[in-house]
């Protein structure tokens, strides 16, 4: 029984558990750098693109009805990178290993590039900016999930003279016939196109 002139003080309101919204924070941050990120290097690159010429290519018109368009196995490059496209392989539907995998709503069109850092300090380079046009002019982009359980990196930085080899993932409708890729240094540059056939 409580003495009325000593009453009971107030429960204590149970302490929030901050362990969730640092996880949330983390992982909202990490994604936010690796898919649209490359926000850090807007600032030098925007200002300094040596790519001869932008990218004149209308959207929605064939690669192949372009001006700028370079041949296959061409070197490209636009801003602080030269592209280089390796080798295509055959249509995917998923992939990944046994445990951690993506499955295409279509089917994963497998780009091997490299990518060389032609200037004269790191450049940090982002798969998500990088495009494939179909052969009906049709532009998709990359699926960054589906890079992550392809590559070891699909966001790093690059010292002056290095190459990055890298596998991009694009998910298209099946059928689908690639025509060209276009490569940027940064979201924001003008980009470059290369024919893949």
């Known amino acids: ?32 750098l690796l898919c649209g990120g490359c926000v850090g290097i807007i600032a030098t690159s925007a200002d300094d693109t040596d790519s001869p010429g932008g990218n004149s290519v209308v959207a929605g018109t064939a ?69 494939l046009i179909d052969t009906q002019g049709r532009e998709f982009t990359n699926d960054t999930e589906a890079e992550i359980y392809l590559n070891d990196d699909v966001y790093t930085d690059i010292n002056p003279g290095n190459k990055f080899s890298v596998i991009l993932a694009f998910d298209v409708p099946v059928g689908t016939t690639p025509a060209a890729l276009e490569f940027h240094d940064s979201m924001f540059s003008g980009g470059v196109r290369v024919a893949v056939r």
């Open 1 to 32: 029984m409580t003495n009325p002139q000593y009453p009971l003080p107030y429960p204590r309101p149970p302490r929030r558990n901050r362990t969730a919204l640092w996880i949330t924070l983390s992982v909202l941050a990490f994604f936010l």
């Open 63 to 131: 690669p192949d009805e372009a001006d700028d368009l370079a041949p296959p196995g061409s070197e490209v490059r636009d801003g602080k990178f030269a592209f280089t496209v390796t080798r295509i392989e055959a249509p995917a539907k998923s992939v990944g290993g046994e445990f951690l995998s993506k499955s295409a709503q279509g089917e994963f069109v497998l780009v091997h590039i490299d990518v060389t850092n032609t200037s004269d300090r790191p450049q940090s380079y982002c798969g998500g900016n990088q495009k």
